[in-house]
């Protein structure tokens, strides 16, 4: 049974930093790209960040890069480290999988979805 749990999210001001983390289990972790979507209320579910399954190669939306980093180890696990955090952040934020690097961007061709976690920025 595939399992990604995300932890790390919470409350923060406006300009401060979280790190969010999905551990995976039930897979073969390697062989998965990896991703990063969030929804805020009222909104659609959008992308945000994903890293191939070799972490070599990575994506990020227009609206975080070069405020969010992704990155992955060797403990099944990928981290999002989010800076300079704005109220617009705000949201829920899912992990997931996919096997093929392609169209990492559509949320439809993700595998395996966690159950999210609640980041919340306060202005």
């Known amino acids: 049974q595939v399992q990604l749990v995300e932890s790390g999210g919470g409350l923060v001001q406006t300009g401060g930093s979280l790190r969010l983390s999905c551990a995976a289990s039930g897979l073969t972790f390697s062989n998965f790209a990896m991703g990063w979507f969030r929804q805020a209320p009222g909104k659609e579910r959008e992308f945000v960040t994903a890293?191939?399954?070799?972490?070599?190669?990575t994506a990020y939306s227009d609206s975080v890069k070069g405020r969010f980093t992704i990155s992955r180890d060797n403990a099944n696990t990928v981290h999002l480290q989010m800076n300079s955090l704005k109220p617009e952040d705000t949201a829920v934020y899912y992990c997931?999988?996919?096997?093929?690097?392609?169209?990492?961007?559509?949320?439809?061709?993700?595998?395996?979805w966690g159950q999210g976690t609640q980041v919340t920025v306060s202005s």
């Open positions: 997931a999988a996919k096997q093929f690097w392609r169209d990492y961007g559509n949320s439809h061709l993700y595998d395996y």
């Open positions: 890293i191939t399954w070799s972490g070599s190669n």
